[in-house]
């Protein structure tokens, strides 16, 4: 096991790094596979013990059924219209649920929970690193995507990093001064991508952390009172040298705000959502499912789009599972998804809240980052709240 470990430390240490085309098989991913072989050959000596974190706290049973829905939907569609691209996402599954399986036992290591979480940090501070230093690549000309080849596949991950290593920081009682540099540039990076849905879910997830430590806001706003004070001083001193700067007569504030590229971007989604026609529903590939709505009971199979008019996927995580898969295992998997998180605390949920509103923006299925993040879930309530709890703190190190 401890080579398995290891694998997965270069597998979350590489994830960033996007050599190939997205959709294809990564560096990274080479590392979680060849570790899922070492797993297989190690799990014979995995010591069968009941107080252990294992696949029947995730209830693995059900997530397989749903796995097994998704191979058989495409294996069908797959010999219907005869293309190959219904097995690869086959596998993009059968990937994530080797991941599933391998860190579900993981997580009752307390070394491994620590290193994913720094290596998660490092990751986070190494794209600033880019960042400030132009060595990332940029979309469009405008829209930061650091070493990814997509700002909204490199801002997921971002937010993706920054909530697992939230709900480890309370797994692991570590205390929350790197975590706080990740979230502030987290904000940064983020805002660089200009990608509205991780913009949308990180603003979520910060009022949830405000209303969740709110009698920390409370303490903290009394102390801000004479930070408040300075900086309205050092702003007036900055204002009357900026107006003594020479500056064009028709530059101004608004004027540089309406210039920005996020502004733009937030005024092309609003100007779609207006629009009847080809507006943010058609923008995320929404279109299908309104104009095919009876795929949503037995599913259409994931591939071979060109039969709805472009080849483009549903841009959203849940209605596209609906509508490739049907409303049956869609039920399945939300069952699965609720017996891991239900009865979590507040401080929590909002990490939940946020991702799964920001799903219906983004397709993040194929991220093993967002199951790992459902399973860290699960892990806190068995750990806090299970019959094992008093035996296995003290191994854990989580007094």
Request: hydrophobic share 50%.
């Amino acid at each position: 096991m401890k080579i398995v470990y290891f694998l997965l430390y270069i597998y979350f240490l590489l994830k960033p790094y996007y050599i190939g085309e997205s959709g294809g098989l990564q560096i990274a991913d080479l590392f979680l596979v060849v570790a899922f072989l070492f797993f297989l050959l190690a799990s014979k000596n995995i010591e069968k013990n009941y107080n252990m974190f294992n696949y029947k706290s995730i209830k693995l049973d059900v997530c397989l059924i749903f796995i097994i829905c998704i191979f058989g939907i495409n294996l069908i569609y797959s010999l219907m219209y005869l293309k190959i691209e219904f097995a690869y996402s086959i596998l993009y599954y059968i990937f994530n649920i080797m991941a599933i399986i391998m860190l579900t036992v993981a997580c009752n290591e307390k070394k491994f929970l620590k290193n994913i979480y720094n290596i998660s940090i490092i990751n986070i501070i190494v794209q600033l690193i880019l960042y400030v230093s132009n060595l990332g690549r940029v979309y469009g000309g405008i829209r930061y995507m650091g070493t990814f080849n997509d700002p909204n596949q490199f801002a997921f991950y971002i937010f993706s990093s920054l909530m697992a290593t939230y709900i480890l920081k309370h797994i692991l009682q570590v205390k929350a001064k790197m975590w706080t540099i990740a979230y502030m540039i987290s904000f940064v990076l983020i805002l660089a991508s200009i990608s509205t849905g991780l913009l949308m879910a990180l603003v979520i997830f910060s009022i949830g952390l405000m209303v969740a430590n709110i009698h920390k806001v409370v303490k903290i706003m009394r102390k801000m009172v004479l930070y408040v004070g300075i900086c309205a001083i050092a702003v007036a001193f900055g204002e009357i040298a900026y107006i003594s700067m020479e500056h064009d007569k028709n530059t101004n504030i608004t004027q540089t705000i309406s210039q920005s590229n996020v502004y733009k971007r937030l005024t092309q989604k609003v100007d779609k959502s207006q629009n009847s026609g080809n507006g943010l529903l058609g923008d995320r590939e929404y279109n299908k499912i309104i104009d095919y709505p009876w795929k949503m009971i037995m599913g259409s199979g994931e591939g071979h789009f060109e039969r709805y008019g472009n080849n483009l996927e549903i841009h959203a995580t849940f209605p596209a599972l609906l509508f490739y898969y049907g409303i049956g295992p869609l039920i399945i998997l939300l069952l699965w998804i609720y017996h891991n998180i239900r009865g979590l605390p507040f401080k929590l949920n909002i990490v939940y809240i946020a991702i799964f509103i920001e799903s219906f923006t983004l397709a993040n299925q194929r991220q093993s980052m967002f199951w790992f993040i459902i399973i860290l879930g699960s892990y806190y309530k068995w750990l806090y709240k299970g019959s094992s709890k008093n035996a296995n703190k003290e191994e854990l190190g989580c007094e």
